[in-house]
């Protein structure tokens, strides 16, 4: 499943909010909370989840990297079925409580843009998956920080991802008609490649759900 977008993804502070990108971290003693949503009601109602993770891609980051500075502290992950408020971002939605708390577990440190995020949710987690209606996740930290620690991540209005050529340069040894092998300086372009970014062709939130019903699992195959 691919994030809603538009004012159901986004962040908070807890004071300002803000979407067109999910942010989490720290900035000006405040901490930020990234929030993104889900239309799980696509799910069969039986559905029966066996396993989820989350997955979020890096657009920019905003002085250190939380992920991997320890300066804001572990990094958490809710869940409230609907949402933490409305149906759009606002303020209150940082301190709302969540239908599953700390309930996933974070793999990668998202460094460099394009960089994957996958969040492994917990069995906890997985019971509280709205089959009715949508799910809403918050990420956050628990320690503030005076200075910048802001990782964020592309939404679910993000467009198609598209490769740009990058200089190259290459160097050889040439075989000279003197019997010389001078190292010489070859350039040129190549496209760049963006890892999942490109294989999913855009860097949209998504949610990966392993699921059964009525003894098949979502691959198709019987128990």
């Given amino acids: 499943l691919n994030s809603l977008g538009g004012t159901a993804d986004g962040w908070t502070d807890g004071s300002a909010v803000g979407t067109g990108r999910i942010s989490v971290g720290a900035s000006a003693d405040r901490l930020v909370h990234g929030l993104v949503s889900f239309d799980t009601a696509a799910l069969p109602d039986d559905a029966q989840i066996t396993a989820a993770s989350l997955w979020l891609l890096l657009d920019q980051r905003q002085g250190s990297n939380p992920f991997t500075s320890g300066q804001l502290g572990a990094p958490r992950l809710d869940l409230a079925r609907g949402s933490f408020g409305g149906p759009d971002i606002e303020a209150s939605d940082a301190t ?50 005076t200075a910048s620690a802001r990782n964020d991540f592309a939404s ?68």
């Fill in 96 to 145: 709302a409580p969540a239908d599953a708390s700390d309930v996933g577990c974070f793999v990668g440190s998202a460094a460099n843009p394009d960089d994957a995020l996958r969040i492994e949710l917990s069995l906890e987690a997985l019971a509280q998956i709205d089959r009715q209606g949508p799910t809403q996740f918050r990420l956050s930290f628990a320690t503030p920080s």
């Fill in 156 to 223: 679910g209005d993000a467009g198609v991802a598209r490769s740009f050529p990058v200089d190259t340069v290459d160097y050889v040894q040439q075989l000279q008609s003197d019997g010389t092998t001078p190292i010489v300086a070859v350039r040129g372009q190549a496209l760049s490649h963006r890892g999942l970014v490109e294989y999913l062709g855009s860097a949209r939130p998504v949610l990966t759900l392993q699921f059964t019903v009525d003894g098949l699992h979502s691959d198709g195959f019987e128990d």
